[in-house]
């Protein structure tokens, strides 16, 4: 609705993870080539931890988009399934289908792709996102998928993504065997308090081309800053909300106010779809929770 208003080309603050918009903060960098490296070096299970909306499916979709043809990828993103399910789903995004859906069937499916691949010189990833979700018995079953190499290498690398609890369930005495083949946890944080404008800015510019001036003024982006704790999922919501209001509003950049708004109005909820006044531009905005 505002993108012409504050010349995008698109919405800047999409909750989608769209790796255009990936921001490099030291943690991503970080996490990024202690992926890259695990995958190029084969060295079989990697894991990546983080609180809710830190950016770790953007995280994988910006690896995957980097990662070239010698790698074949396979990404699930329902880890509240069996391993047997699990195990399809990856087939499939490999683009292989197997004769029958049977264990043995898939397992031997993927091994005959894998050493294909291996003759070509090429390397396989599955990537878990929500692996926090995982069972301890399909986390067993994807170390001993890991189990699947040659005498000099690992055929399939397997990334898993998940929350906190994933750390936790990992770190188990059952899963003890697991543990010791995971060559450490890269753990993603929020952003810093000075990070999350550079992020604005960054997010502005990527959707504007880098035609738009300062939208956000440095009190709005202080506001959001503290309310966010620097989750970026957050500053997303509550940029996008202040965005709408500064549009009816008719103001070209987004004040203290609009995003003192924003905070009010995420905090309350939406119980509906249409604001309780609609006000045209350059008239004041309604106030308080939708209904």
């Known amino acids: 609705m505002y993108e012409a208003f504050f010349g995008f080309r698109e919405a800047p603050f999409n909750l989608t993870p769209d ?14 080539a202690y992926l890259t490296y695990g995958i190029q070096e084969r060295k079989g299970i990697l894991v990546v931890s983080g609180e809710v909306g830190v950016g770790k499916t953007l995280l994988v979709r910006a690896l ?3 990662l070239d043809e ?3 990828t396979a990404l699930v993103m329902d880890a509240m399934l069996t391993f047997n399910q699990l195990l399809r789903m990856a087939l499939a995004d490999f683009g292989l289908r ?3 859906r049977d264990k043995v069937d898939m397992l031997m499916t993927l091994q005959r792709f894998l050493i294909e691949l291996g003759e070509e010189g090429r390397n396989a990833v599955v990537v ?8 301890p018995t399909s986390l067993e079953e994807f170390r001993l998928l890991s189990n699947l190499e040659t005498s000099t290498r690992k055929l399939i690398q397997i990334v898993l993504v998940g929350q906190p609890e994933l750390k936790g369930t990992l770190n188990s005495h059952r899963l003890r065997q697991l543990r010791q083949r995971i060559p450490g946890i890269c753990e993603l944080s929020a952003l810093a308090a000075d990070g999350v404008g550079e992020y604005i800015r960054h997010r502005v510019r990527i959707a504007s081309e880098g035609t738009a001036g300062e939208i956000f003024g440095p009190e709005a982006v202080a506001a959001i800053a503290e309310h966010s704790k620097g989750v970026p999922r957050v500053v997303n919501a509550l940029c996008d909300r202040a965005l709408l209001i500064s549009y009816v509003l008719d103001q070209r950049q987004v004040s203290l106010e609009s995003v003192r708004q924003s905070i009010a109005e995420l905090e309350h909820g939406f ?4 604001p309780r006044s609609q006000p045209q531009r350059g008239e004041p905005a309604a106030t308080g929770a939708w209904e």
């Open 19 to 32: 790796p255009k918009f990936f921001f490099m903060t030291p943690d991503q960098r970080e996490a990024l």
């Open 64 to 66: 995957l988009n980097q």
């Open 70 to 72: 010698s790698v074949a």
């Open 98 to 100: 197997p004769s029958a």
């Open 128 to 135: 878990v996102d929500e692996a926090q979700n995982l069972s």
């Open 271 to 274: 119980q509906g779809s249409r």
